[in-house]
């Protein structure tokens, strides 16, 4: 119903119970969802396609790892191997262990460090890397359950002012996306723990055409776009020598402004086609970020408080979408990151049943373990061939 000014007016509720069943295995090599993808109520509730704490024989498709030494989120080893983020604390706060850290790349004070227990088992997983016994024990990865107190729920209201669109949403989301963080570590012993935190997010979201002079609308129908997420106490890999557990919590505020043009009249580009296109500006802010912050399992890199990014996409097409090229990219300031993903859909003028899809996916930049960095090198080139017929 109509409110005043307020029309088209909507309430969405949201409810996602717990139980997500998953009938294709995964598998992985560190046994972190032993026995509850096939058997299991709730594995869906969990991203099941990250990158295994064994990395090969996958590796080509990995993240880059780094291989040189940073005072304070790694431990450079004696051996010439590299213990990374969060496992270093182990390294460095042990003294079994921090006797076998390079000299000069312990930021622990010799007064923290101290005998661990470094024997213990969850005796949850029986084999890998991580498993029962092993040096970092990190067992099974416990998925919330199916318990009323483990659902997602949200909201979200729909409304015009105008000429603008708005939205609100309200999501209580106790899987974290799917994702665990962080690396939990129970000090002075070789016992560590994934998590799912529970995460509160409100949004609100805006969009209306541009208040620009009609003789350029007509040819540049521009809308502009602005979107703000808050999210509470996000779990962070804490790395300071006095974070035992290696984890800290920072609200994020993520926000987003964009403007599009949609199937604008470009006779100086096409006479027969359209011209679409927009441009993003994102922005993710880490509202309690530190130095001592590092940005995921593994990798050797602090966190950003701004993580800027910029998104172009520009599309045509001439003789009536048989030939419709593409040009999408993103630019991340942190480490001059770029993503580009140019592609030509080449439709045959005499039929429409089928046509060719020719795309390249190119990373470049100059930071392998951030963002669109962690992708540098995987560069793809390729072919969809589609043929549309009828049975009928």
């Not at 359950?145 to 603008?164: K, S």
């Amino acid at each position: 119903p109509e409110m005043g000014p307020l029309t088209s007016n909507f309430l969405e509720l949201i409810v996602q119970p717990g139980f997500a069943p998953q009938w294709t295995e995964c598998d992985y090599a560190d046994g972190r969802y032993l026995n509850e993808c096939t058997t299991g109520m709730k594995a869906a509730r969990a991203a099941t396609g990250a990158p295994s704490a064994e990395h090969g024989p996958s590796s080509r498709f990995d993240l880059g790892y780094t291989d040189q030494p940073y005072f304070g989120l790694n431990a450079p080893l004696l051996s010439g191997a590299f213990v990374p983020s969060p496992a270093a604390h182990e390294f460095w706060t042990c003294t079994q262990l921090a006797a076998g850290v390079r000299p000069g790349f312990n930021p622990v004070p010799a007064g923290l460090q101290k005998p661990c227990a470094l024997g213990l088992s969850k005796g949850t997983v029986p084999y890998g890397v991580t498993g029962d016994g092993n040096l970092i024990d990190i067992g099974q990865w416990r998925i919330p359950g199916m318990q009323p107190q483990n659902w997602n729920e949200g909201v979200r209201y729909h409304t015009l002012v105008g000429a603008t669109e708005l939205t609100a949403l309200y999501y209580n989301d106790n899987v974290n996306g799917g994702y665990p963080a962080s690396l939990k570590w129970t000090p002075y012993t070789n016992l560590w723990t994934y998590e799912y935190p529970d995460i509160q997010d409100a949004a609100v979201t805006a969009d209306r055409p541009l208040p620009i002079p009609a003789s350029l609308a007509e040819y540049l129908p521009a809308v502009g776009r602005a979107e703000m997420l808050y999210s509470n106490h996000n779990s962070m890999d804490d790395m300071a020598p006095t974070s035992l557990t290696g984890q800290a919590w920072s609200d994020v505020v993520k926000w987003m402004v964009a403007v599009d043009v949609d199937q604008a009249y470009a006779p100086w580009l096409t006479q027969t086609g359209n011209l679409s296109a927009n441009v993003e500006v994102y922005d993710n802010i880490i509202m309690d970020n530190s130095k001592t912050y590092a940005v995921a399992n593994a990798l050797s890199e602090n966190t950003v408080k701004n993580d800027v990014q910029v998104l172009f996409n520009v599309g045509t097409s001439w003789w009536w979408n048989d030939f419709a090229p593409t040009w999408t990219m993103i630019y991340e300031v942190k480490g001059r990151n770029i993503a580009a993903f140019p592609s030509i859909v080449l439709n045959p003028p005499w039929t429409k049943k089928y046509f060719l899809k020719l795309q390249a996916i190119e990373v470049m930049g100059g930071d392998h373990e951030y963002g669109l960095g962690w992708f540098k090198g995987e560069s793809l080139l390729t072919a969809q061939l589609q043929y549309n017929f009828n049975l009928l």
